[in-house]
């Protein structure tokens, strides 16, 4: 027999800015079971966003600079991440500006962010931040020739064959 499903409505209000986040949790469990995180905003990345991060060939800087990235971005603005300047950013970020620089030539090497003016945006297919009609718009407005962060794949990699070969143990 399934458990009954519930829709459970959760707001959230960051204590700093006071921006609400106004969402719904589908589970066969209480939402207060399910929802512990620390921090005021969040972002959401699908199984195939981190396989494709995971996959790409990055430095540490540029992972970590993406991570950064996520927590400074405006969610309002889908994905828009604010450079006044890149001595000021590098700051914010607390990393070298040689690192930020070459972090940010990585990301957008691989499709993850794009410069938008002076400023950079987290690709809106790969992060998700709560609202699906303004998600849809910012994903209309990818510019055209921005590389696809879930086309490539790791070419240092080897497929070895094998390990599904029998049953697992404990199955007849």
Not at 48 to 74: P, W
Request: glycine letters at 12%; proline letters at 4%; charged letters at 20%.
């Amino acid at each position: 027999m399934r458990a009954a499903r519930r829709v459970t409505r959760i707001e959230t209000v960051n204590k700093r800015t006071g921006e609400v986040n106004d969402f719904a949790v589908h589970s066969s469990v209480p939402a207060a079971h399910g929802l512990w995180f620390r921090g005021g905003g969040f972002t959401t990345m699908g199984y195939a966003a981190h396989n494709a991060l995971a996959d790409a060939d990055l430095s540490v800087s540029a992972y970590k600079l993406f991570h950064k990235m996520c927590a400074l971005q405006n969610r309002k603005d889908h994905g828009l991440v604010i450079v006044e300047s890149q001595a000021k950013f590098a700051e914010q970020v607390g990393m070298s500006q040689a690192s930020v620089s070459r972090g940010l030539k990585q990301l957008a090497a691989h499709g993850f962010i794009y410069p938008d003016g002076r400023n950079w945006r987290i690709r809106p297919d790969f992060v998700f931040n709560g609202n699906g009609a303004a998600q849809g718009e910012a994903v209309r407005n990818i510019p055209v020739g921005t590389p696809d962060p879930y086309a490539g794949g790791r070419t240092d990699l080897t497929v070895i064959e094998g390990g599904n070969e029998g049953p697992d143990e404990g199955e007849a």
